[in-house]
C-alpha cells in the first residue's frame, strides 16, 4: 500500500515535493532502503530523498495493561497527552509539548530538559523483536535503535500534574511559532547551540526564505515558500562559522533525507 504525501504541507518546515510514500502494515513491507518517517517534525526533506515509509494507522492507539501503559508508534504526541491528563497518569505532561508521534519520541529519546521519554521506558517492540530498557544504548537525543518501533511500553503512575504542564508550556515560550523543523543543532557539552550561531553573528541571518529566527537563533524557520538547499546553505554556514571560532562542531538534531546529500565536514 502506497499513499501520495506533499511534504511543503504535511512537515513542520514546509519543504518538500509531493512524494508516493510506502505504508508499513507488518514487517515484512519494510526493506533496508526505507527511512521510517513520524510525522515529520523534525525532518528535512530534500531533492532526491531515499524511499520512504510511514507506519499505518494501526499502530496509532494506547492501552493500559498489567498495569503498564502500552502505546503504538503511529501514536500523535497530543494524544498520549489527553490520554494521560483523562486517566490522571503522571509522568507524561512533557509531551504535550513535544509533536511527533511515539515511534519518534523514542527513536530520538525527545524530551525537555531532565524529562525525557525514556524515563519510564520498560521495553519497546520493533520489527527485529522486542529490546528492554537496558538492552538499549541511549542518551541525550539518540537510541542506537535501527528498527522501526511498532510499540512502547511504560511503567504507570497516577497524578497527572497541571503545573508540571504549564512549567513545560513556559520552557517551550521562548520559540518562534514560524514554521520549524524544531532544534536545528544538538546542544555541544557544556554550551548551548543558539548562543553560539548568536557569537557567529548568524541570528537572523536569512538566505531565499529562510533564516535563523530572530527569537531564538537555534530555530532554522521557514517565511513560505523556503527551499532546502537554502536550508542546507544556513546549515552548513553555521557549522562552519562555529567550528572555525569555537573549534566545535555543531550536530544537527534536525534529519536530513537526501541522497545527494554531503554533510559538513571538518
Do not use: W
Not at 112 to 125: A, Q, R, T
Not at 132 to 141: A, H, L
Amino acid at each position: 500500500m502506497t499513499k501520495f504525501i506533499n511534504f511543503s504541507k504535511y512537515s513542520s518546515i514546509k519543504i518538500g515535493q509531493e512524494i508516493e510514500v510506502d505504508v508499513l502494515e507488518s514487517c515484512s513491507d519494510i526493506t533496508s532502503e526505507h527511512y521510517l518517517l513520524g510525522s515529520c517534525n523534525n525532518t528535512l526533506i530534500g531533492n532526491n530523498p531515499p524511499p520512504l515509509i510511514i507506519l499505518s494507522k494501526k499502530y496509532d492507539y494506547i492501552k493500559i495493561e498489567d498495569n503498564l501503559l502500552k502505546i503504538g508508534g503511529a501514536t500523535p504526541s497530543g494524544k498520549i497527552a489527553s490520554f494521560c491528563k483523562k486517566h490522571d497518569i503522571a509522568d507524561f505532561e512533557f509531551v504535550s509539548h513535544l509533536p511527533g508521534t511515539l515511534g519518534g519520541l523514542v527513536y530520538m529519546n525527545a524530551g525537555l530538559k531532565e524529562y525525557e521519554i525514556f524515563n519510564n521506558l520498560v521495553s519497546v517492540s520493533t520489527c527485529q523483536g522486542s529490546l528492554k530498557k537496558e538492552e538499549i544504548d541511549f542518551g541525550y537525543r539518540y537510541t542506537n535503535i535501527d528498527s522501526p518501533i511498532l510499540e512502547a511500553t511504560f511503567t504507570l503512575a497516577c497524578g497527572f500534574d497541571k503545573e508540571k504542564v504549564e512549567m513545560f508550556k513556559k520552557m517551550r515560550s521562548n520559540q518562534p511559532s514560524t514554521p520549524s523543523a524544531g532544534s536545528c543543532f544538538k546542544n555541544p557539552e557544556g554550551d548551548y547551540a543558539g548562543r553560539l550561531i548568536e557569537a557567529v553573528r548568524l541570528k537572523g541571518k536569512r538566505v531565499g526564505a529562510m533564516e535563523f529566527s530572530t527569537v531564538h537563533a537555534n530555530f532554522l524557520v521557514n517565511h513560505g515558500g523556503g527551499s532546502f538547499d537554502d536550508a542546507i546553505s544556513l546549515i552548513k554556514e553555521a557549522q562552519k562559522r562555529v567550528y572555525e571560532e569555537f573549534n566545535i562542531l555543531l550536530e544537527c538534531e534536525i534529519i536530513i533525507l537526501d541522497r545527494d546529500y554531503i554533510p559538513f565536514r571538518t
